[in-house]
Antibody, heavy 119, light 107 residues
Framework: QVHLQEAGPRLLKPSETLSVTCSVS??????????WAWIRQSPGKGLEWIGN???????FYNPSLRSRVTFSVDASNNQFSLTLNSVTAADTAIYYC???????????WGQGTLVTVSS | DIQMTQSPSTLSASVGDRVTITCRAS??????VAWYQQKPGKAPRLLIY???ILESGVPSRFSGSGSGTDFTLTISSLQPDDFATYYC?????????FGQGTKVEIK
């Protein structure tokens, strides 16, 4: 059974960098059958796709976040990561990692991690 | 970007009711819609993709229909486990966007 689990800091101050890692178990991320995605959910903006990547490193970002987001893959540990620079209170959200079928919908999600940005 | 508008925002229903949720796209998206169910404190769960294909393991009381700009999710006979928030998502055009959600609550 495939399982995704996010890990990262829960509280950040404005202007700091958010880093969240998703650990995948039960399946290798080295596959051409799926992308690996990040989605966030906040009360104000609902569900927002942040972007996705292939294990090979090719990435696709939401244009609204592209200037501040970076994805990376650690295939040896079956993990992928999100980095978001210069956070503000508007970045307060639950951050989910998800498995994205190549058709571009999400068939498996992690439990999510709540990140709060506050001074 | 394509806007997805769901209606209603909240729906009150009883066990056994037939429930229909609507999602309208701001432009034609063919059949490239997925539906998700989310319960409090949990991640969304995929129910339907390609507008009408039921994901494996999802009860057959769930169904989806539509094409172009108008889509529906129907629960044929609402069960206690179905009280949740439902989201549509379009994947016709980069970048992928979600509806604002429809909360199904107990009447």
């Amino acid at each position: 059974q495939v399982h995704l689990q996010e890990a990262g800091p829960r509280l950040l101050k404005p202007s700091e960098t958010l880093s969240v890692t998703c650990s995948v178990s039960g399946s290798s991320i080295k596959t051409n059958d799926y992308y690996w995605a990040w989605i966030r959910q906040s009360p104000g903006k609902g569900l927002e796709w942040i972007g996705n990547m292939f294990y090979s490193g090719s990435t696709f970002y939401n244009p609204s976040l592209r200037s501040r987001v970076t994805f990376s893959v650690d295939a040896s540990n079956n993990q992928f990561s999100l980095t978001l620079n210069s956070v503000t209170a508007a970045d307060t959200a639950i951050y989910y990692c998800a498995r994205q079928r190549v058709d571009n919908y999400f068939d498996l999600w992690g439990q999510g991690t709540l990140v709060t940005v506050s001074s | 970007d394509i806007q997805m508008t769901q209606s209603p925002s909240t729906l009150s229903a009883s066990v056994g009711d037939r429930v229909t949720i609507t999602c309208r796209a701001s432009q034609s998206i063919n059949i490239w819609v997925a539906w998700y169910q989310q319960k409090p404190g949990k991640a969304p769960r995929l129910l339907i993709y390609r507008a009408s294909i039921l994901e494996s393991g999802v009860p057959s009381r769930f169904s989806g229909s539509g094409s172009g700009t108008d889509f529906t999710l129907t629960i044929s006979s609402l069960q206690p486990d179905d009280f949740a928030t439902y989201y549509c998502q379009q994947y016709n055009s980069y970048f992928w966007t979600f509806g604002q959600g429809t909360k199904v609550e107990i009447k």
